[in-house]
T-cell receptor, first 109, second 112 residues
Framework: ELKVEQNPLFLSMQEGKNYTIYCNYS?????LYWYRQDPGKSLESLFV?????AVKQEGRLMASLDTKARLSTLHITAAVHDLSATYFC?????????FGAGTRLTVKP | DAGITQSPRHKVTETGTPVTLRCHQT?????MYWYRQDPGHGLRLIHY???????DKGEVSDGYSVSRSKTEDFLLTLESATSSQTSVYFC???????????FGQGTRLTVV
């Protein structure tokens, strides 16, 4: 059974600091997605990673995928308050997309 | 939003009653999904569709059925609502099986 584990589940950061969110999964999938969700809102797609070694960056966020280690990371550089949200990774297998439990990020001034 | 409308947005229903949630898309995407979101569980797939009248079960399909008679509409039915089905339900669409999914605004369902 495909399992997806994110850590940490809760993250409180100060503005300007760097941090990494980890997403481990249990299968050999090479489809990994990152989403953002603001409180009470829907999910917004951030990154789609479809091959080993894939790296994508958008602003202060950078995502990478290591299929051999079954690990994806979401790195936050110089955090700002606007990045406060819950971040989900999701792993694709067949027609399914299995989500991690989410990392609730709070960026404090 | 990528042309996805969920209805209703909020619903309170009694235990044992049937409930139908609707997802309507204007993007002509082939794949449609129903997820439920509960604290500590992320999102869990209930059912999905890969074409008109083509559907399959997801991780947590018990107590739910779906139908897709048109490309643009995907219906989720709770056959006999239970309190454990109190949740936020999200519809999602994707163009292909491996492309990103776009999510609707969600339906908050409370079963009392």
């Amino acid at each position: 059974e495909l399992k997806v584990e994110q850590n940490p589940l809760f993250l409180s950061m100060q503005e300007g600091k760097n941090y990494t969110i980890y997403c481990n999964y249990s299968t050999t999938s090479d489809r990994l997605y990152w989403y953002r969700q603001d409180p009470g809102k829907s999910l917004e797609s951030l990154f789609v990673l479809l091959s080993n070694g894939a790296v994508k960056q958008e602003g202060r966020l950078m995502a990478s995928l290591d299929t051999k280690a079954r690990l994806s990371t979401l790195h936050i550089t110089a955090a700002v308050h606007d990045l406060s949200a819950t971040y989900f990774c999701a792993v694709g297998e067949n027609n399914d997309m299995r989500f991690g439990a989410g990392t609730r990020l709070t960026v404090k001034p | 939003d990528a042309g996805i409308t969920q209805s209703p947005r909020h619903k309170v229903t009694e235990t044992g009653t049937p409930v139908t949630l609707r997802c309507h898309q204007t993007e002509n995407h082939r794949y449609m999904y129903w997820y439920r979101q509960d604290p500590g569980h992320g999102l869990r797939l209930i059912h999905y569709s890969y074409g008109v009248k083509d559907t399959d079960k997801g991780e947590v399909s018990d107590g739910y059925s779906v139908s897709r008679s048109k490309t643009e509409d995907f219906l989720l039915t709770l056959e006999s609502a239970t309190s454990s089905q109190t949740s936020v339900y999200f519809c999602a669409i994707s163009l292909l099986w491996d492309t990103e999914a776009f999510f609707g605004q969600g339906t908050r369902l409370t079963v009392v």
